[in-house]
């Protein structure tokens, strides 16, 4: 079935660059998503990326898509200690383009020193 | 904005009780999902709705039923709860219009079970 893979932990220090890696099996995903969860929270959406584009930079955020190796990261500039989060990636299931249902990942959960 | 609304952020329940969460949008989204989200293992998928009455079974959906009488509210049943359902349960929306149309969170529920 289909699967998507993260690491569970990164520690960075405040200012510093963290790139967090995701691996995903199905390559007729239309859209890639990140998300955020902030302590006791729900999910937020991040930022999302369509499959023909490589890259996509929204401020902060840069997400890097490499369709061959079936891999996407999530890179946030400059961060900062309000970035400490859980962050999900996510793949649309195959053929769910209606309902849009998602293949989430573990998690990654980012720590921030100040 | 989408608001989706669950009935309670933290719940203490027993072995063996019938245990109702709900979830109410105010976004005449067609799609409605509930997940659980245990650490190390992400989110994964019990059962998804894309209409009223109608619903499908998602990962794990031993143990739970679900119902959607009216289209803004999709409602988890744990028949008679065991401590192995002890997690946060999310409930999402996503409406079908667009095709980058993402799936919205409400805030979680913490279940306990005893």
């Known amino acids: 079935g289909e699967d998507v893979e993260q690491s569970l932990f990164l520690s960075v220090r405040e200012g510093d660059s963290s790139v967090i890696n995701c691996t995903y099996t199905?390559?007729?995903?239309?859209?890639l998503y990140w998300y955020k969860q902030e302590p006791g929270a729900g999910l937020q959406l991040l930022t999302y990326i369509f499959s023909n584009m490589d890259m996509k930079q929204d401020q902060r955020l840069t997400v890097l898509l490499n369709k061959k190796d079936k891999h996407l990261s999530l890179r946030i500039a400059d961060t900062q200690t309000g970035d400490s989060a859980i962050y999900f990636c996510?793949?649309?299931?195959?053929?769910?383009?209606?309902?849009?249902?998602?293949?989430f990942g573990q998690g990654t959960t980012l720590q921030v020193k100040p | 904005d989408v608001k989706v609304t669950q009935s309670s952020r933290y719940l203490v329940k027993r072995t063996g009780e019938k245990v109702f969460l709900e979830c109410v949008q105010d976004?005449?989204?067609?799609?409605m999902f509930w997940y659980r989200q245990d650490p190390g293992l992400g989110l994964r998928l019990i059962y998804f709705?894309?209409?009223?009455?109608?619903?499908e079974k998602g990962d794990i959906p031993e143990g739970y039923s679900v119902s959607r009488e009216k289209k803004e509210r999709f409602s988890l049943i744990l028949e008679s709860a065991s401590t192995n359902q002890t997690s946060m349960y999310l409930c999402?929306?996503?409406?079908?219009?667009?095709?980058?149309?993402?799936?919205?969170f409400g805030p979680g529920t913490r279940l306990l079970v005893l």
């Open positions: 976004m005449d989204h067609e799609n």
């Open positions: 996510a793949e649309e299931e195959s053929g769910s383009s209606n309902t849009g249902k998602l293949i």
């Open positions: 199905d390559s007729s995903s239309t859209y």
């Open positions: 999402a929306t996503r409406g079908s219009r667009r095709a980058q149309e993402t799936q919205y």
């Open positions: 709705s894309y209409d009223v009455k109608m619903k």
